[in-house]
């Protein structure tokens, strides 16, 4: 590796009779120690303290891509830590640009992304004894319950094990968000180069493999050999954790039916035969034993009770996971497997042997009579076309594009625009389809779509509600610029879930409601993207596959009726609703 000595520091002279010692200083610490560990990408906003680290980590070969807002620059190194099961990283600078990045720590550590947020920050005496410094904030405190760790440094010499800590902290175990806290003083300290070089610690096997007990094991096999009606339920833990000839090994070898989690599409290609996606309330209320594989039984799931469920105490739940903590967090977990996935997997393989019984044969053909009945009626659905066009038409058109690309990307937010997309659109390859996730949070579009694009180099496809896509819309000023081959596709029906509500006082327009007819290609189109408004499946289709070949970023306006969503899409009974005076 080479070292990143700041040049004017060296001895300038060579006549020199006793030269100076080279020195290195805080910037290129940091620079080199993110770099000793293969950190090559920053994700960012720059500003005081932290502009001339970016133009430094540039002038070193890093890649700096500069955001509009630093929540989405978070995005985006979270989504970055998803796809390399290696921490992404976020710049930002002190505390407001350090508080918009907080969201997507907090998002990224729910999520067990791994991810690092630096922030540069003010003087600590001054901080301290809160006497006002500029953008003063203890930024430390308030970053700690938010992430899995939070670091700061104060001297030069111990950036590098500042960096490694991080680095360990995001990936070993459950992944999660990490925060930094540099102060800007930090930057300009010097020190001996060689010393410097000493300080820096490249971390060894940054996450371990966590070997499952063998006794753990055989407990899972024996509750499942009893099932009747098994289950698995792959999670995007599973997808995370890169194991994906185990984990389709184990599907297949135990032939057992498996819904996947939003994020685990793909894991297995959703027009496998097991799959069981378009039978999911069938299967997860008549399932005996349940396997979850880097899933947990949070909200997403019903928290494993509840009508979703049927009756109570029908199920036996076996759970694979890295966190022990997470057993038993909802309901009984009857037959707990911690450790990492591969490893789990791996040891379940092993366990079940090359005789393992075929799942019953009777719980297999009902589920895929479901199945088939779930799927013609979805068919007749997809081919309706309108003008406008409703969910339906448009998803229909889009699902084909996914069926030719199977490589590309998929970034889906929004409220009807992410439930439909997600029970439409098949997935064909593992992390692909990248989405609102563990806490459904609307504002990760653009961040997603050019971390996306900058980690892998495929299309992205960015499928976007209409209020979705405002929370980050700027970022269409960052894909043009860095041209990355980014296609938004806008479900535009004019607001939030829909755009026909009225103020019943007739001075406004309703608080989910939206301009009338506004054209969001038109922002693509200010900054050199290519806008195209598209009311039909049919010219939707043409746009969305021209913008995909080209590789040119590309916003398409799809004119959806505003009459076609419902409240706040699948999840309409988490809103509470007054009972008294209703409109
Ligand atoms: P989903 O929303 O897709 O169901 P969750 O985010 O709820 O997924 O669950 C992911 C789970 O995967 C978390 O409990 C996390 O601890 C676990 N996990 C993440 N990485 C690994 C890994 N490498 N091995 C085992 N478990 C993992
Ligand atoms: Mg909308």
Redesign the pocket.
Known sequence: MGLAIAPKLFPVDSNEATPEPALTDGFHLVIDALKLNGINTIYGVPGIPITDLGRKMQACGMRVISFRHEQNAGNAAAIAGFINKAPGVCLTVSAPGFLNGLTALANATT??FPMILISGSSEREIVDLQQGDYEEMDQLAIAKPLCKAAFRVLHACDIGIAVARAYRAAVSG??GGVYLDLPAKLFSQTMDALEGQKSLVKVIDAAPAQIPAPAAIQRALDVLKTAQRPLIVL???AA??QADEAVRALVERSGIPYVP????KGLLPDTHPQSAGAARSLVLKDADVVLLV???L?W?LSHGKGKTWGAPGSKKFIQ????PK?MDSNVEIVAPVVG??GSCVEALLAGMGHDWPAAPAAWIATVNAKKQENASKMAAKLAKIKSPMDFHGALGVLKTVIANRPDAMLVNEGANTLDLARGIIDMYQPRKRLDVG?WGIMGIGMGFAVAAAVETGKPVLAIEGDSAFGFSGMEVETICRYNLPVCIVVFNNNGIYRGTDTDPTGKDLAPTVFVQGARYDKMMEAFGGVGVNATTPDELLRAVNEAMDSGKPTLINAVIDPAAGTESGNIGSLNPQSVIGKK
């Open positions: 999520n067990c459950r992944p999670g995007k833990g995370y954790a989690m939003s994020m685990a880097g899933a947990r949070n997403l694979i996971d890295i966190e997470e990492d996935i563990t």
